[in-house]
């Protein structure tokens, strides 16, 4: 079956860059997303790239996908304490009409 | 436009009782998806239904859990009979019928057994 797999803890000091990485099984994944859960949350998405991009920027976030690899990985630029979040992975084979499989999320701590 | 609602946020049970979970997905949406995260895992999927219909329901367990999307109404995630191990968070997405790469998700619903 599908598996993701990632980091569970990531500390960075406020104002420098954090990059959150991502490994996941699927070759037939269209879609991968990364989202945000704040203490007591439901997830917010932050961004999603389609299987065929290597790339896409939205403001501080910058997602890479090496799909060679299966590798994908989030930045986000300029760090501040309201990053301070569980972020997860997730991806989607369209095959399984939105059946997102997610990974166990890492732990973003920013310090000051 | 409100978000998708989930309610309540926090439900607690003796082992044994029932659970309704409710889900109102946001305007103009017809899909709904329910998931279940256990302490310190990600989310897992649970069923998938549009108005009146189960689309997959690969990852409701076989006995006690049920799910429904009625043609008026909220989303009900039911557990009957519930045990320990149903203690988790349990949230609810939508999506519109048009865009389902794009799943929004509700706050959640913390339910714990005694």
């Known amino acids: 079956g599908e598996d993701v797999e990632q980091s569970l803890f990531l500390s960075v000091r406020e104002g420098d860059s954090s990059v959150i990485n991502c490994t996941y099984t699927?070759?037939?994944?269209?879609?991968l997303y990364w989202y945000k859960q704040e203490p007591g949350a439901g997830l917010q998405l932050l961004t999603y790239?389609?299987?065929?991009?290597d790339m896409k920027q939205d403001q501080r976030l910058t997602v890479l996908l090496n799909k060679k690899d299966k590798h994908l990985s989030l930045r986000i630029a300029d760090t501040q304490t309201g990053d301070s979040a569980i972020y997860f992975c997730?991806?989607?084979?369209?095959?399984?009409?939105?059946?997102?499989?997610f990974g166990t999320g890492t732990r973003l701590q920013v310090t000051l | 436009n409100a978000g998708v609602m989930q309610n309540p946020r926090h439900l607690v049970r003796r082992r044994g009782q029932e659970a309704r979970l409710r889900c109102s997905p946001m305007?103009?949406?017809?899909?709904v998806y329910w998931y279940r995260q256990l302490p310190e895992e990600g989310l897992k999927f649970m069923v998938y239904?549009?108005?009146?219909?189960?689309?997959?329901e690969s990852g409701m367990p076989k006995e006690r859990f049920s799910a429904e999307f009625p043609k008026e109404g909220p989303s009900i995630l039911r557990i009957q009979q519930v045990v320990r191990g149903d203690s988790a968070a349990y949230f609810c997405?939508?999506?519109?019928?048009?865009?389902?790469?794009?799943?929004?998700f509700g706050s959640g619903t913390q339910l714990s057994v005694l």
């Open positions: 997405a939508s999506s519109p019928w048009d865009s389902t790469e794009k799943l929004f």
């Open positions: 239904l549009q108005k009146e219909n189960i689309i997959d």
């Open positions: 790239i389609f299987s065929n991009m």
């Open positions: 699927d070759s037939s994944s269209t879609y």
């Open positions: 997730a991806e989607v084979d369209t095959g399984t009409a939105s059946k997102l499989t």
């Open positions: 305007k103009g949406h017809s899909h």
